[in-house]
């Protein structure tokens, strides 16, 4: 990963080819890096497993990260990041078909910066990315990259 990244968390390849599009379609030039379960995102947030070689200085700009995964949940991942000083300031955005209570609570609980239910429709769908894209990448500050 290099600076200014995009870590997309998802197994839906549907889910994932409408983000990439929203994000496009908003001018949003970040490289997206997609993980499609739990287990592959930590690996590529923590340089192990097969992304054993990667630089770990070079740390996704967000993670859209969803909820319901395989191998590991989002929740799982999530509290994984924020127990570690190199992942803890990153900003997580949980991007969920859930709806559910508990899960809104414990993904903020669990220190996600914002919770977005994906919208059913496509149109809302691509709005919805598309505002995400420009508050957290175009409008958002944060610390640099002493952070890590």
């Known amino acids: 990963m290099m600076e200014r990244t995009i870590l997309l968390v998802e197994d839906n390849p549907d889910d994932e080819e409408l983000t ?3 994000l496009e379609s908003s001018n949003v030039a970040n490289r997206i890096v997609v993980a499609r379960d739990g287990v592959e995102a930590l690996d590529m947030l923590f340089a192990t497993g097969a992304y054993a070689d990667r630089d770990m200085d070079a740390l996704p700009e967000i993670v859209l990260l969803d909820l319901k995964l395989p191998k590991l949940n989002g929740l799982e991942v999530l509290e994984r990041m924020r127990a570690d000083d190199r992942t803890r300031l990153i900003p997580v955005v949980v991007l969920t078909s859930s709806s559910e209570e508990d899960d809104i609570a414990a993904s ?30 175009l409008l958002n500050e944060l610390p640099g990259p002493a952070r890590f």
């Open 108 to 137: 903020y609980r669990l220190g996600a910066n914002s919770y977005v239910r994906k919208p059913v429709e496509f149109e809302r769908f691509i709005a919805a990315v598309r505002q995400l894209g420009i508050y957290w990448l």
């Open 20 to 22: 990439r599009m929203a």
